[in-house]
Each structure stands twice: as C-alpha cells, then as structure tokens.
C-alpha cells in the first residue's frame, strides 16, 4: 500500500511539473530564484555549541568542507534570535558573511523563540505571541535594515521548523501566522527589498495550517535528515504542492542525522544518494543546504553521528563528484 502511494505522489509530481512552463525547468520569478535548471549549494559546519560565544559562523568547517568537495558553497547557514546578547553577536556574525573572499549569500534561521545565558536549544522560551503583538518590532526593524544595508541577497526563515518535531515545534500555533506576517510587514516598512522570505518546516502534517498565505512568501522548504528522503511520502507531498503555489523549493537544512558519513557504503546508499536523487527529481528543488557538522557540543544529544563528509572517502569522493554537475551553483572568488 505505502509504495502504490509512493508511486502516485510520484506521477501527480511529475503531472504537476509537466504544466510549468519553461520546458521542463520552472521558473516562478521569486525572489532571488536561480535560473532555469539550478540548484544553489548551501553548507554550515558545526551548529550552535554550548557557550554563547562560540556563536559565530564555524569558517574552519566550511573551509574543511570545500577543501574536500572542491566547490565553495554560495549560501552560507546561519541563526539569529532576540536574546539580547545573541543579537548582537550574531547581527555582526551575518554581515561578516558578506564580507568574505567568495560570493557568499546569507541563509538564515529566525528564531521564534529567546534562550538563556547558555544557549540550550532545549530550554528555550516561546515569544511567538509576542511577536505577532508587537513587542519586537524594534528588533524586527533593526534586523530589516541591517539586511537592507548589507548590499547583498538575503534568504531569511523566520519561525524555521515549525509544527512537527522540529526545533520551531514549540512555538504558539495559534500566533505563528500573524507573527510571520509581522516580521514581513516591517521588513517591507523598512524597504528590505533584498530579503526573500523561506517558509520552512521539517516535519509538519498541518503545515498550511501555519501558511501565510502567497503573498508573503518567496520559497518553501523543507528540512532533510531521514533516510531514503526519495521515497518518503510526506516529502513528495510537500514538494508537490509548493509547485502547485508556484514557489521554489530549499531544502533548508540536511544532515546524516540517522547514520552519519563515516559508514560509506552504506550512508551513501541509504542517505547521500536518495537525497541527491531528490534533488534531482524536482526540477522547481533550487537550493540545497548540508549541514556538515560533527555535533560533538550540539545541546540536543539525540544528534549523535559525525556527518562530515570529510570523514569518509567513498563519501567525500561521491559527493564531490556529484557537485561537479553544472546544476549546482557554487560561489566565486571575488
């Protein structure tokens, strides 16, 4: 029964894909979306550690990184939240992205959420209503004219994981809607016009009972860390009806989580090459986003396999090969 439903998630796909236009390769006009028939590169390295102030982009990692796939990522993941410390910090951390020697563009995470003085993304406090109330703005308007300044595109995902299981589970249901509208609205107050607004969930069966509505947003996504994502049922749906709402594609985020890199033969098969073949299904997929990370100082424990792909070498070697495809844009030197 699960794989005839498979089967038809897949032909509906492909049914819908077949009504776009641009021969096959759809183009939307969103913000920020790639030409026909490509698919930005994304990478961070390890996430969010213990200490407040190791908050900063990981730019060893992503150096370790490209050294071993041979492509510098055009995107480049990062956080932010409200917490006052954290704010500042990471509102210098993001700029700096820009600043670098490549063509780098920021991917980031909005948090729905403030933490304590130790980042615990598992005692984090829910500020959805809040936002969506107006207690924020003045952060809200900081960070919009921050991005405006930075001279850059800007992939922005306010309330990221919302609903499901995922890190945003937490925040008010009831309130996420008019909270991400309010972050959209000041942004548009605030003329920041070089930020696309990313609606993404990991795993959440309602999540148009959290949509915004078109108007609001520029890109779905969606988070990968299962095995065999090309045949998960939930993840063709989702994909499918963002083509239905003409909107690009990102996988936001996406690790190894279940099995790591450093199995090689047998990650590649039940994680890397699924998730490659997902990517490669969906011709409305425009952006990828790997999270090469050891997890070693990730708060939640549950996250306990090394996902760098410099761990193994039929891992890094296949991945390398496969982000030879012209498809994958990756960033320049400057």
């Known amino acids: 029964m699960q794989s005839a439903l498979q089967g038809l998630l897949r032909i509906f796909a492909a049914s819908i894909i077949l009504l776009l236009p641009s021969g096959g390769f759809p183009f939307f006009g969103a913000k920020h979306e790639p030409p026909d028939g490509n698919i930005y590169h994304c990478a961070q390295g390890e996430v969010r550690p213990l200490s407040m102030e190791k908050l900063r982009v990981d730019w060893s990692g992503i150096r370790e990184y490209a050294a ?3 492509r510098q990522p055009k995107l480049i993941m990062h956080y932010i939240s409200f917490d006052e410390r954290a704010f500042d910090i990471l509102q210098q951390t993001i700029v700096e992205i ?3 020697d490549y063509s780098y563009v920021p991917q980031i995470g909005l948090d729905f959420y403030t933490y304590s003085e130790t980042p615990s993304l598992l ?7 809040k936002i969506a109330v107006g207690e924020y703005d003045r952060h809200i308007g900081q960070l919009a004219r921050l991005f405006r300044s930075m001279n850059s595109p800007v992939f922005l995902r306010p309330g990221y994981e919302f609903g499901g299981s995922g890190q945003g589970s937490r925040a008010s249901k ?4 008019r909270a ?3 972050v959209h609205d000041i942004f548009q107050q605030e003329r920041a016009a070089n ?12 999540f148009m009972d959290y949509y915004p509505g078109d108007s609001y947003v520029d890109w779905w ?15 063709a749906d989702f994909i499918t009806q963002a083509a239905q709402h003409r909107k690009p594609v990102m996988v936001a985020e996406s690790t190894p989580r279940y099995i790591g890199s450093t199995g090689g033969e047998i990650s590649w098969q039940q994680w890397y090459q699924p998730y490659f073949n997902l990517l490669l299904r969906y011709p409305h997929v425009k952006a990828f986003c790997y999270i090469n990370a050891s ?9 306990a396999h090394d996902c760098r792909i410099q761990k193994n070498k039929l891992v890094s070697e296949r991945y390398r090969h496969m982000l030879m495809d012209a498809r994958f844009l990756s960033a320049d030197e400057k």
């Open 174 to 177: 009831k309130y996420w809607i």
């Open 295 to 303: 997890w070693e100082d990730y708060p939640d424990r549950s996250f």
């Open 180 to 182: 991400w509208r309010r």
């Open 98 to 100: 820009t600043r670098r």
């Open 195 to 206: 930020v696309a607004f990313v609606w993404n969930t990991l795993d959440a069966r309602d």
């Open 221 to 235: 996504a969606i988070n990968i860390f299962i095995n065999n994502s090309d045949d998960d049922p939930f993840i």
């Open 68 to 70: 071993t796939c041979g």
């Open 123 to 129: 005692n984090a406090t829910d500020i959805t209503q």
